[in-house]
């Protein structure tokens, strides 16, 4: 009887000792130090509620995130779980490294719950939930009220003339622009709303799959674009300009428009009285449209993962309500969960801005060609590159139209080819 409760023991201790040393790897993507404090208090609950377990996160900075997390994969130092940019989404998921958590979503009490719009966007890829969203990143425009009437302009633009002569008007003043340009990473969506904005259409491709980039309106939109740089609407180095340099543009008060998300909201807020800034629908083209664009991120399980069923937990834990809107409210994301928009947190006038486009049926959310497995490569290196280039003068802006549609060309056809 001793030597059997002694080897009961030791198998007890040993297994204690197995679970303790069960540590899941964790990567963030769209990191800030806010977001990431925000991400270890909702993994401490997980850890809390799964004794023996740790998590490892790795926070990988948003400007170099997609080349460093490739080469991590590259070099077999796989996560468990990985935050996803909708933009990664087809990447990964086509290249069969992504879990399908479609056996986990079909039993988690809170799916029933859930926006549809986020079992859509989830769904993305194959109609197979690689990925569950956290929140949506849609544009609005941001208004700074103190600099628009320093420059006599008494409301914030409605139409795409009216940006334009307003953005005159603040860039006559000494140091000020109209416009927060992003030049940089993170860029591509500002040059797709105001090009389909002119276009009045969100249709990326003809059905022969040839990219509508080089259409008449996309490129007359490109070229506006680029005319608001070359006529110093905005501020010169804004070239290079990422996300953080823009929201700083516009809380400095630099220059009294921003098109950005709700997650901005972190650091303007902190740094501008509520009645210094306004939130208000992007300006119209000139069909009476705008198609501001919908991004989203989430959380995805790697295939590797030795340890899918605590890797559902987790993920799980970061999307229960609790923990998601906590998450979003701390990010400036739009909710997924249905009760959430009920929050008063959502229901501030801070808030408005992105409700009212989503309530109005002339105002098209558009989600970008994030399910072509080069889109990444796109939006986050040839895009960046080639319209730097634009706005230098290095190349015209027909040259960027016919680059970016040959290559959404091929990727499209390419794409077609396997449906068939």
Known sequence: MKRLLTAVLFATLMSGTAFADTTLKLVEVITSPERTETLKSIVGKFEAANPGTKVEITSLPWNEAFQKFATMVSAGEIPDVVEMPDTWLSLYANNGMLESLEP??????????????????????????????YGFYLRALFYNKKLLAEAGVTEPPKTMDEFVADSQK?????????????????????????????????????????STMNSPGWAKGISWMVDLYKKGLAPKDSVNWGFNEVVAGFYSGTCAFLDQDPDALIAIADRMKPEDFGVTPLPKGPDGKSFPTIGYAGWSMMTASQNKDL????????????????????????????????????????????????????????????????????????AIKTSEQTLLGDISPDDLSNQWADYLTKAQQKYLATKK
């Open 104 to 133: 986990y979503v079909a039993k988690w009490q809170y799916t029933s719950g859930l926006t549809d719009r986020a079992l859509e966007l989830g769904r993305y890829v194959n109609n197979t939930a690689y990925m569950l969203p």
């Open 170 to 210: 603040v860039s006559k003043i000494q140091g000020k622009y109209g416009y927060c340009m992003r030049g940089g990473p993170g860029g591509l969506n500002g040059w797709m709303i105001f090009a389909a904005s002119m276009a009045g259409s969100n249709k990326y491709f003809n059905d022969d799959g040839t």
């Open 311 to 382: 890797s559902w937990k987790l993920i799980a834990t970061l999307e229960e309500p609790e923990g998601n809107v906590e998450w979003n409210k701390r990010i400036g994301a739009l909710p997924i969960h249905k009760a959430a928009e009920k929050d008063p947190f959502y229901a501030g006038a801070q808030f408005k801005g992105w409700f009212e486009e989503l309530a109005d049926k002339n105002t098209v959310p558009t989600v970008m060609p994030t399910y072509l497995e080069e889109f990444a490569y796109f939006k986050d290196s040839l």
